[in-house]
């Protein structure tokens, strides 16, 4: 089972500024990372597939980068709405694992 | 549009059987992968099964000897069942759909239900 390893565990930022959160897995996945957005109290929602493609309808500040081991999701300008839990999952190999998360937080 | 809603009992009793059913409105169960997924304190998120509407499915290696995923094409529905739970299968259950390259033009899970909370206790 590939393990994924995100960092920081929380992330304390202000409205406008740069969100950067990292991923690594234990052994290449390839381009097979997806990265989802969790709100409190709501379920994932999908952001980015194959490393770097936007899902339908995620705004142009959210873009991912990386491939084999290391990803990275990038925020440009967090508006108030993205303050919250951000997961990677691994497409690669089966079962295709999700890391333990990333929370961004008002600073 | 798609949209999944999950039901089923919120407390279960330790050695028995947590069923879940996952009803599909909007569309049909016709096509795609379906899903099940859980997320609790101690473990994440966890993906448990994905049943392809042919009836092929594929479970957690974890949970592969106490679980099973079927479909009701009639009904647009697909369950999901977990044999002898105990306490560590606690968790918010969520039914989702899952998009490959092949039948759809993204690749991830892009449909989720709302989640269902299932305690497991006496």
């Known amino acids: 089972e590939i393990v994924l390893t995100q960092s920081p565990a929380t992330l304390s930022l202000s409205p406008g500024e740069r969100a950067t959160l990292s991923c690594r897995a234990n052994?290449?996945?390839?381009?097979?990372l997806a990265w989802y957005q969790q709100r409190p109290g709501q379920a994932p929602r999908l952001l980015i597939f194959?490393?770097?493609n936007r899902a339908t309808g995620v705004a142009a500040r959210f873009s991912g980068s990386g491939s084999g081991t290391d990803f990275t999701l990038t925020i440009n300008s967090l508006e108030p709405e993205d303050f919250a839990v951000y997961y990677c999952?691994?497409?690669?190999?089966?079962?295709?694992?999700f890391g333990q998360g990333t929370k961004v937080e008002i600073k | 549009q798609v949209q999944l809603q999950e039901s089923g009992p919120g407390l279960v009793k330790p050695s028995e059987t947590l069923s879940l059913t996952c009803t599909v409105s909007?569309?049909?169960?016709?096509?795609?992968?379906w899903s099940w997924i859980r997320q609790s304190p101690g473990k994440g998120l966890e993906w448990i099964g994905y049943i392809f509407y042919t009836g092929a499915t594929n479970y957690h290696p974890s949970l592969k000897s106490r679980v099973s995923i079927s479909v009701d094409r009639s009904k647009s529905q697909f369950s999901l069942r977990l044999r002898s739970v105990t306490a560590a299968d606690t968790a918010i259950y969520y039914c989702?759909?899952?998009?490959?390259?092949?039948?759809?033009?993204?690749?991830?899970?892009?449909?989720w239900g709302q989640g269902t909370m299932v305690i497991v206790s006496s």
């Open positions: 989702a759909r899952e998009c490959r390259h092949g039948t759809c033009l993204l690749d991830g899970f892009d449909i």
């Open positions: 909007g569309g049909s169960v016709n096509s795609h992968y």
């Open positions: 194959d490393a770097s």
């Open positions: 052994q290449s996945v390839s381009n097979y």
């Open positions: 999952q691994q497409r690669s190999s089966w079962p295709g694992t």
